[in-house]
């Protein structure tokens, strides 16, 4: 018996000292600690990078047209007009602008989550021939530029008799190869036992995909409506060349009212610029548990 074991078996004996660190551990987790804090600087600055020119729009909403580019850049305004918020509803339809904004994206948005998870769910769980070809090519348009179909779908938009309607943007916007891949790349993470037992079950495919792979899919659904009402919201081009109706504008046209000729309300378009971001802010942070959860997982299996 050792020493060691002597000194366990006498009562009232010293107990036996630890054993002693290796000298690199110190000096690892200094390591650690030093990376841990570079690291959180690094996000500190970049937040920072990003956020300063909503910072720079927010100060400049209430700023004089005359201080919004001074050089250098007055982070505190001389004097704060916060009028201009007000003035903004009177000097145009800003109410009209925003309703036909928040129609065009939550329309659109939910057909791209209708039509992209009900797609993504043949692609991803039913078999038939040539189904990956099929895929593979619908992904491909992801790479066209819009601008090399935007002209012979003008054309087909017209000859409907669309133009300067919402059903223009709408029919054009309803699907999206993106929203597929996406939804696709969750829906293959879901094991295939499930679908296969609920087919023993005599569940049809429709019933697969709206009783089990919907519910099971919260977070990419959530990533996906998020992305496309951003995006929608913010789109200016279509808007643009679609709709010539002032009462049919949304809030990124209406907000060129400040442009003219020769000069340009800059505070009233900042006004404008801080309004139009809050509905967008308020539906990210209430949803961007899900949106970052949904993110996370449709990348495990490609």
């Known amino acids: 018996m050792n020493t060691t074991a002597l000194r366990k078996a006498r009562p009232g004996a010293a107990p036996a000292p630890a054993p002693a660190l290796p000298a690199a551990a ?14 959180y600087v690094f996000l500190a600055v970049l937040a920072v990078a990003i956020l300063l020119p909503f910072g720079w729009m927010a100060i400049s909403s209430v700023k004089a047209d ?14 704060y007009h916060w009028a201009n918020f007000a003035d903004i509803w009177t000097q145009i339809p800003l109410a009209t602008y925003l309703e036909n904004s928040l ?9 791209q ?3 992209g998870s009900f797609a993504a769910y043949g692609f991803a769980k039913m078999r038939f021939p040539g189904r990956d070809a099929l ?28 133009v300067n309607t919402r059903w223009s943007l709408i029919l054009i916007q309803a699907f999206g190869a993106f929203g597929v891949f996406l939804m696709r790349q969750f829906y293959l993470t879901i094991p295939d036992e499930i679908s296969e ?6 569940l049809s495919e429709y019933g697969i995909w709206a009783r089990i792979m919907l519910p099971l899919s919260k977070p990419a659904l959530a ?34 009212t400040f442009v003219g000729q020769y000069d340009a309300q800059y505070a009233m378009i900042m006004a404008g610029s801080v309004i139009s971001v ?23 299996k490609g």
């Open 113 to 115: 989550v209708l039509t």
């Open 26 to 39: 110190p000096r690892r987790r200094a390591a650690q600690v030093a990376g841990r804090a570079l690291m």
């Open 135 to 162: 895929f593979v090519g619908y992904i491909a348009t992801i790479a066209v530029p819009w601008q090399a179909y935007m002209i012979p779908q003008y054309i087909m938009m017209d000859k409907l008799g669309l």
């Open 223 to 256: 990533s996906l409506a998020l992305l496309t009402f951003v995006n929608t919201w913010n789109d200016y081009m279509g808007p643009f060349i679609y709709l010539t109706d002032n009462n049919l504008w949304t809030v990124q046209i209406g907000l060129r």
């Open 197 to 202: 037992a609920a087919r023993l079950d005599g």
């Open 66 to 79: 005359r201080d919004v580019f001074t050089v250098p850049i007055e982070w505190i305004p001389r004097s």
């Open 278 to 300: 809050l509905p967008v802010l308020v539906i990210f942070l209430l949803g961007q548990r899900y949106f970052v959860r949904g993110i996370a997982t449709t990348g495990l």
């Open 103 to 111: 129609l065009l994206s939550v329309v659109i948005t939910f057909l």
